[in-house]
């Protein structure tokens, strides 16, 4: 990887978190933060990598490792059982291990609030709800896109009593429109590189930007549909926190962000053409680096494979 490109994704990562994206488009936003997220995992795969196949051909890795405790302090040789070998195979297995039980940890918690909230779904909703919704028997005010697989609209009994009839058609909406633009999927990866990119700072915002810029857009489809703004921003306000976050399987009216998406739901105005421009440059701009970055890490990989069969086999003579 040459220094320039290293440069790029180092920008590329930053940048986000420098400039001000409430004003692009949603998508442009969603897709901004997606990139920043996955830059972010495949730089983790990609120092994995240089650990596990590159690092141990360097002369210091060599110098540092390859040492016997007998020939360092010769008295106590025969009581202690740690050597330079040792230390070797814990700095080569850990950073593989580590990334791979996040993930492996994340993947789970994502499918168990997938089975969560199908059970949930099995046992409290029934159909029969406005415009083909379910409704669950409960007092807060809540509206959802709830399921994975097969995802459903949801609004609970607290949420028919308390909403005028504005405010629940442009909620409804809201919610067709995270299934609509299939928002869970983008979720679901997102999660899986916030698992693989939690060691890195930066990598909770970023996931915490996306989840705005998702509900930026399910806002948006909900007014396109000639919805009132102003009756989909006092419906966020009523329904504030009546939902705890379940990852990708239920996405709440009140997904986050509220103050920033009523402000511009109640601005009831389009950003400028050239921040939309902007915004689309940024994101074509993040997409392209990530893409380079997924054909980089296979490439390093396997060019460190290759390196590690051709590298002549150093004896563990601490061992013999």
Known sequence: MTLALVTAISLAIIAPHLLRLDHVTPAAGATIWLSALALRALTTLLAVTFVVFWLPATELFYALTHWCWHAVVPLVSTHLFLDGHAVADAAILLPTMGASASLVAVAFGVARAALAVRRWLGRAARPGGPQDSLVVGDDRVLVAAAGLARPRVVVSLGALMTFEADELAASLEHERGHIARRHRYVLVVAELCRALARVLPGTRPAMVELRFHLERD???????????????????????????????????????????????????????????????????????????LAAIVPATARAGITQAEARPAIPEHCRS
Do not use: E, F, N, Y
């Open 218 to 292: 399910a806002d948006a489809w909900a007014v396109a549909r000639r919805h009132d703004g102003r009756a989909l921003a006092s419906a966020i306000c009523k329904a504030a926190g009546a939902l705890p976050a379940a990852g990708p399987a239920a996405a709440a009216l009140d997904g986050g962000g509220t103050t920033r998406r009523v402000g511009q739901l109640l601005q009831g105005h389009d950003s400028s053409a050239w921040r939309r421009a902007v915004g689309v440059a940024l994101a074509l701009a993040m997409v392209g680096l990530t893409v380079a």
